[in-house]
């Protein structure tokens, strides 16, 4: 079995594969405090709910855009299972070619959407990741990932509005039942989830539009990608919230299986 770990600024997230079937996953909030032991607890715990051990870990890759977190991440990986774990980085052989201006501040999480959303459903295609951030990734036909765009994540925005202002509530982050807001919450709903969908519209549309684009398939991921599918529902071809995840397993088996 392999295990995947994919540390996001807001989620970590593991799962543990048996070929190419998740068997298990688990999500935990990002904590950079943590320490080794407790990330280990957490481990155990995942493989315990398919009725695997640490015994059963044949190998292990992680993705990490918080740097911070790494060492205490492969640190637990070394304890549990004798070994570090494959860290994804732009020299990572991934199946997709990067012609990017600055592929070492290429994040991996990009990096890892991309090679699994091309390995599992081909190009030419866009994938977006609705995370903290929410990024747009461009790769054609032959696999090539050349650009893309990066904006504040739904989360992240609606965060910023209500801390920034002294009279805005928190609130919850679904359709609205009308473009209308007939209250502050409702007013609040309407420019966030709507106008947000109406960014991923402008998006996909102008990229659509790009000669190396033509036809092109749209794969999102990440816990929001629901959400605009309810709204735009044409807009997405694929929601895959595990795209990470398997695409961190099929990234260990392409660079291992010849050894």
């Known amino acids: 079995m392999i295990l995947t770990i994919d540390i996001g ?8 594969f048996d070929g190419n079937e998740m068997v298990a996953s688990r999500r935990v909030s990002t904590e950079r405090h943590c320490t080794a032991d407790e990330y280990g607890i957490i481990i155990k715990e995942l493989l315990s709910q398919s009725n695997n051990s640490v015994g059963d870990i044949e190998g292990v890759v992680m993705s990490s855009v918080v740097p911070a ?3 205490t991440m492969e640190h637990a990986c070394e304890f549990l299972f004798g070994s570090k774990p494959l860290v994804i980085t ?3 052989n991934t199946g997709i070619t ?6 070492n501040g290429l994040g991996a999480d990009r990096i890892v959407g991309m090679a699994s959303a ?4 081909g190009g030419p295609l866009i994938t977006i990741d609705f995370g903290t951030a929410t990024t ?10 050349f650009g893309g765009a990066i904006c504040p994540g739904i989360k992240t925005g609606a965060e910023a509005l209500v801390n920034k202002t002294a009279k805005l509530p928190h609130i919850e982050l679904v359709k609205p039942e009308s473009i209308v807001g007939r209250d502050t919450r409702g007013c609040m709903q309407s420019g966030i989830i709507y106008g947000y969908a109406g960014l991923v519209k402008y998006m996909v549309e102008s990229f659509k539009a790009l000669p190396e684009m033509s036809g092109a398939r749209v794969v999102a991921t990440g816990g929001l990608s629901e959400l605009i599918s309810q709204i735009e529902p ?3 071809d694929v929601t895959d919230r595990a795209l990470a995840l398997k695409g961190l397993n099929y990234i260990y088996h392409l660079n291992t299986s010849k050894k």
């Open 69 to 71: 977190l790494n060492y």
């Open 98 to 103: 990067i012609d990017y201006d600055n592929p």
């Open 234 to 236: 044409n807009l997405v």
């Open 136 to 145: 747009f990734n461009l790769i054609d036909k032959n696999g090539r990932f």
């Open 90 to 92: 732009h020299d990572t």
């Open 9 to 16: 600024n807001t989620n970590i997230k593991f799962g543990s």
């Open 118 to 121: 091309y390995h599992l459903y």
